[in-house]
């Protein structure tokens, strides 16, 4: 669940160019309706937080840290050495966003048993639109706006201080200050990509196109299909290469070809605004046009090869190990010998090429798409991924139709929330260094571990209660329960930033460094062992992820904040806050997909038949629940594409509430807070995190590329099928919010 991070920053390349974020997380990244959905966590080439070190960089970082350790016994010794700057920031100048739950919230005139979402947050949503920068607007954007404001301040004085060379202070600031620097943007135009469009203009025959592709990849360019390292499905201790479709400018296949009108209507757009980005690099008016027709050509048959998004949620079809030879051979007119050597990748033994009708149609557009067409859209795609660097031309354009257009925002967003979003996603790990120093008190982290704890012990007593399960797999589902790691806040050992040049002279220059700089680091990981200290996400992300191969739950910094979690705060509400959230991606490990890798996190079938089947059942009934909810007229949810989520939330909301009540313990009594038992707070808890509205746009968007369902359904899903939930608010069946016999759905 990362709405709030998609809103904040403009996804420096819309087009898809990116492998996806962490797999499991809670709620929609951009960059997640932007690719396709990878069900283990991977890291963002742009964004990637989490590369590994190389052992010698490894060696070398104990070192510096040993040093460091040195350096700060020698100054306690000596207090009359002067200390290097520090960057401090006031966070009594960041308003905490109106967010947490708060009983005169409440609607009184809606029935909590017919429509707990409306109980609780209607009346919130409707004195709260979305804002006219943003598309969504409830807890998770309110809070991802925050952090944006706590950031705004650590990058407005990094870019006023004086810092040593290379530090990430010097980093952050002059990435800022270049990103603020809108006439040195301007005058330089497209002159920051015109050696890549050069490139592209030289091709003389298509033959030529892999080996560009291999260098487009290489530094951070790659825009055909998803390339990236990620554990090893059958060896979750080593990295492997993997390759998968990609290619679309729009959200989804089906933007091209479903016969929606609003899907028309996007595609008369996007032919549009590729004419319009044509027009603004130097094509005349005619030439423009008959250009945005060969783009959507190129993309529509890239769009029939591709999967969909339910079909690639089975690990399996995401998982094709193949040796060079037999990979060669599928794609002849591709050697993907040749571009592991333009990438500068030791070939391995074998590598993960999924999708494969995606890449036999890729193979027969190198024989059969005119080489004039392939350099239109190679340009189309360089000038796309490079608007929002580029000049106002662009970013507008940029803006029109990916925001406006597709996602219904009315306004761009200001120019420092622009800049936050360009530094994120190229040094979020970094930045997020300066981010919990200013921004993350330490005792959030003891209260949170205790939480955890809470958490894994009732998620084992369900696990060894269930009626449904065999004591042979349960016994597996143990293990499993054994081998969770938490991660909380922020990583234990920092990413390494060396050899990351950044200056105030260019913005896309420094866009481009850094693409460059993380996509090695990916590369680099191919074949060497997997880090498990390494996080998929920045600690100032407003979301939280499972990653399956790692069997981790993570838990960043910025999302430690009400109405998800307060360390003053009742157990009523961080029981229904974050700890429905600690359930959730816990019981990842346990869902549709998350259930197909077993403890060590190797993808591996530890059911039983006849167990598999049950759960199957459940899971399907569940689908059908959602699939059960209009979000608009005549557009419902897919409960398929969103089957992991809500089993997640449907576990995660139990156990948190098993939790709550072993906490409590024996003779606890209730406080009664504003009229209110615990359990009525912690489910009106668990309703406001997911508190949301949608421009319509947006929500349709959400509807087609998934993974999460609408909070608005997330808020009445889980508990509806809870009878702690009727109990709460004396709901009785027949009820709206009660599912009562077979309708009712239990799987963990
Ligand atoms: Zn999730």
Redesign the pocket.
């Known amino acids: 669940?990362s709405m709030g991070v998609q809103d904040q920053r403009p996804d420096p390349n819309p087009a898809a160019r990116r492998p996806a974020r962490p797999g499991?997380?809670?709620?929609p990244t951009r960059a997640a309706r932007k690719v396709p959905t990878l069900g283990d966590f991977h890291p963002h080439p742009s964004h990637a937080m989490t590369l590994r070190l190389s052992k010698p960089l490894i060696l070398a970082a104990s070192i510096t840290l040993a040093l460091a350790a040195c350096q700060r016994a020698e100054e306690a010794a000596a207090p009359a050495v002067a200390e290097a700057p520090k960057l401090a920031i006031d966070l009594a100048n960041v308003a905490q966003q109106p967010i947490a739950f708060r009983a005169e919230d409440l609607d009184p005139g809606v029935q909590a048993c017919q429509d707990f979402n409306g109980y609780v947050n209607g009346k919130w949503l409707a004195a709260n639109p979305v804002p006219a920068d943003r598309t969504t607007w409830g807890a998770f954007p309110a809070l991802g706006e925050r952090s944006l404001q706590v950031q705004h301040e650590i990058a407005k004085a990094a870019a006023a201080g004086t810092w040593a060379a290379g530090s990430m202070e010097q980093k952050v600031g002059d990435f800022f200050a270049a990103g603020m620097d809108e006439a040195a943007i301007e005058a330089a135009g497209l002159a920051p990509i015109q050696p890549d469009l050069d490139r592209i203009a030289a091709l003389s025959a298509t033959s030529e196109i892999p080996a560009y592709l291999g260098q487009a990849y290489a530094s951070g360019r790659g825009m055909l299909f998803g390339f990236f390292a990620m554990a090893d499905y059958n060896d979750s201790t080593t990295n492997m290469a993997y390759a998968m479709q990609g290619g679309l400018s729009l959200p989804e296949k089906g933007y091209y070809l479903e016969d929606r009108e609003d899907f028309k209507a996007a595609r008369e757009a996007f032919l549009a605004h590729v004419a319009k980005l044509m027009q603004l690099a130097g094509a005349d008016e005619a030439t423009a046009k008959a250009q945005a027709q060969q783009v959507m050509d190129f993309e529509t048959r890239l769009a029939k090869a591709s999967l969909g998004r339910v079909e690639l949620r089975d690990p399996a079809t995401r998982y094709n190990p193949v040796t060079l030879a037999e990979a060669d051979a599928a794609t002849p007119n591709f050697s993907w010998t040749q571009f592991f050597t333009a990438i500068e990748v030791q070939a391995p033994e074998k590598f993960s090429l999924a999708t494969p009708g995606f890449f036999k149609e890729f193979d027969a557009m190198l024989a059969d798409v005119p080489l004039e067409q392939w350099q239109t859209w190679l340009r189309f795609k360089a000038i796309d991924g490079a608007s929002p660097f580029l000049s106002k031309a662009f970013e507008q354009a940029n803006f029109e139709f990916y925001r406006k257009t597709l996602a219904g925002q009315q306004e761009m967003q200001e120019r420092w929330k622009r800049v936050l979003g360009a530094l994120n996603g190229s040094m979020g790990e970094g930045f997020g260094q300066l981010y919990v120093a200013q921004a993350f008190p330490p005792e959030s982290k003891a209260k949170m571990e205790q939480l955890v704890q809470n958490l894994m012990a009732s998620l084992k007593v369900r696990l060894e209660n269930l009626e449904w399960m065999s004591e042979e797999t349960k016994a597996k589902a143990i293990e499993k329960w054994s081998t969770f790691t938490p991660k909380i806040g922020y990583p234990d050992v920092w990413r390494d930033w060396t050899g990351l040049s950044v200056d105030r002279g260019s913005y896309a220059g420094n866009v481009m460094a850094a693409a460059a700089f993380n996509t090695r680091y990916m590369l680099d990981k191919i074949g060497k062992p997997v880090d498990r200290n390494e996080w998929g996400m920045s600690p100032q992300t407003v979301n939280?992820?499972?990653r399956a191969t790692a069997n981790e739950i993570v838990f960043p910094a910025a999302i430690l904040q009400p109405p998800f979690f307060d360390v003053n705060a009742d157990d009523a509400l961080n029981y229904g806050g974050i700890g429905a959230v600690i359930g959730?991606?816990m019981l990842?490990g346990f869902d549709d997909q998350g259930s197909k890798f077993d403890a060590a996190g190797n993808m591996a079938n530890w059911w039983t038949d006849d167990d598999r089947a049950k759960f199957e059942a459940a899971a399907g009934k569940l689908a059908d629940q959602f699939s059960g909810y209009e979000a608009l007229p005549g557009l419902f949810v897919n409960g398929r594409l969103g089957l992991?989520?809500n089993i997640?939330d449907l576990g995660g909301t139990t156990v948190a509430y098993d939790a709550m009540k072993r906490a409590q313990g024996e003779g606890y009594t209730d406080p009664m807070i504003d009229g209110f038992s615990q359990d009525q707070r912690f489910y009106m808890n668990w309703a406001t995190v997911w508190r949301i509205a949608f421009t319509e746009a947006q929500l349709k968007q959400q509807l087609q590329v998934g993974p999460?369902s609408p909070g608005m359904f997330r808020a009445i899903g889980a508990p509806s099928n809870q009878p702690a939930f009727a109990a709460a608010f004396g709901c009785k069946d027949g009820d709206k919010m009660v599912r009562s016999g077979d309708d009712r759905v239990v799987i963990w």
Request: overall charge negative.
């Open positions: 669940m499991h997380d809670l709620w939280a992820y499972y959730h991606e990842h992991g989520e997640a999460h």
